[in-house]
């Protein structure tokens, strides 16, 4: 699965707007940020917290990202803009 702008992370994350050609753009630049400590645990209680979590490899059902490595990227959001 491709996400909207057709790259690989659609495997992952089929509609993410930070995917993973962004982050591997963002680390090969010296631009990759990651979010606090702080500011992941919020993000992982919020999806932990929704419908939308699958609990089998917890990932999104709403964009197919893995969230316990979604959460870690300062530029990743949530698609329905719960974080
Ligand atoms: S990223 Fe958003 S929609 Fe997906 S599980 Fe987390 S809170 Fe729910």
């Not at 982050?23 to 606090?36: G, H, P």
């Not at 919020?42 to 979604?70: F, Q, S, T, Y």
């Amino acid at each position: 699965m491709m996400n909207s702008r057709g790259d690989l992370f659609g495997i992952f994350c089929s509609m993410s707007d930070y995917g993973i050609l962004d982050i591997v753009k963002d680390a090969l630049t010296l631009n990759l940020e990651f979010a606090s400590a702080e500011v992941q645990a919020k993000r992982l209680e919020l999806c932990n917290a929704c419908p939308h979590l699958g609990k089998l490899i917890r990932d999104c059902k709403v964009c197919g990202c893995l969230v316990d490595a979604k959460v870690q990227f300062t530029k990743a959001d949530c698609p329905i803009n719960k974080w």
